[in-house]
Nanobody, 129 residues
Framework: QVHLVESGGGLVQTGDSLRLSCLDS????????VGWFRQAPGKEREFVAA????????YYTDSVKGRFIISRDNAKNTAYLRMNSLKPEDTAVYYC??????????????????????WGQGTQVTVSS
């Protein structure tokens, strides 16, 4: 059973940094891809970044390329999203998600919410101007 718990959100100012964590407390983390998504009030949930099971492949939406870094530590059952140079438009609830149905695989399909079977509860990130 996969159980994802996000942490690390908060209120920051424009230009600040945050690191979000996604812990899988339910089972081994190894073998499946992880994605980060975000949802702002009144908007649909959107893709932010994804990482393959071994960290060999990463995917980013254009608006965060060069500012955000996704990584993972399989020994700690944790994925991370390092967010630098934050902007007010990054304000949202951030969710991590796990694709367990395609072990050891990754691809651009990870940009879609439908690729994931398990989701965390979300962590709020607010960037003030």
């Amino acid at each position: 059973q996969v159980h994802l718990v996000e942490s690390g959100g908060g209120l920051v100012q424009t230009g600040d940094s945050l690191r979000l964590s996604c812990l899988d407390s339910g089972r081994t983390f190894r073998g499946y891809a992880v994605g980060w998504f975000r949802q702002a009030p009144g908007k649909e949930r959107e893709f932010v970044a994804a990482i393959s099971w071994n960290g060999g492949y990463t995917y980013y939406t254009d608006s965060v390329k060069g500012r955000f870094i996704i990584s993972r530590d399989n020994a700690k059952n944790t994925a991370y999203l390092r967010m630098n140079s934050l902007k007010p438009e990054d304000t949202a609830v951030y969710y991590c998600a796990a694709d367990v149905s395609r072990p050891f695989l990754s691809g651009n399909y990870l940009r879609e919410t439908t690729a994931y079977e398990y989701w965390g509860q979300g962590t709020q990130v607010t960037v003030s101007s």
